[in-house]
């Protein structure tokens, strides 16, 4: 019933700029926080950013001031502009939405790969 898709991954050099989409599509409930997490080979997931449904951001220390989350509530989209990439950025970037029904689940997408030469 929920499906989470994200796209816009891709192979950019060093300061290059990339943008991820995840569109979440859903029957019933309603989207609460969405937040975008990275796994770098041979690391746990980490949280990269996470949006409020008002539009307060959070951000890791590592990419604060390079990457910025946005969402569209309208069309149950987020968004993450990842700009001045630099090689650590490396990973595969999930989508993680918090729905809300009788209580709030989370789900995830299958993740998009994000690789950034030196």
């Known amino acids: 019933q929920v499906q989470v898709v994200e796209s816009g991954g891709g192979l950019v050099q060093a300061g290059g700029s990339l943008r991820l989409s995840c569109v979440v599509s859903?029957?019933?409930?309603?989207?609460?926080?969405m937040g975008w997490y990275r796994q770098a080979p041979g690391k746990q997931r980490e949280l990269v950013a996470s949006?409020?449904?008002?539009?307060?951001?959070t951000y890791a220390v590592s990419v604060k001031g390079r990457f910025t989350i946005s969402r569209d509530n309208a069309k149950n989209t987020m968004f993450l502009q990842l700009d001045s990439l630099k090689p650590e950025d490396t990973a595969v970037y999930y989508c993680?939405?918090?729905?809300?029904?009788?209580?709030?689940?989370?789900?995830w997408g299958q993740g998009t790969q994000v690789t950034v030469s030196s």
């Open positions: 993680n939405v918090k729905i809300q029904v009788w209580r709030e689940s989370d789900y």
């Open positions: 859903r029957r019933v409930g309603s989207i609460n926080v």
């Open positions: 949006i409020t449904t008002t539009g307060s951001p």
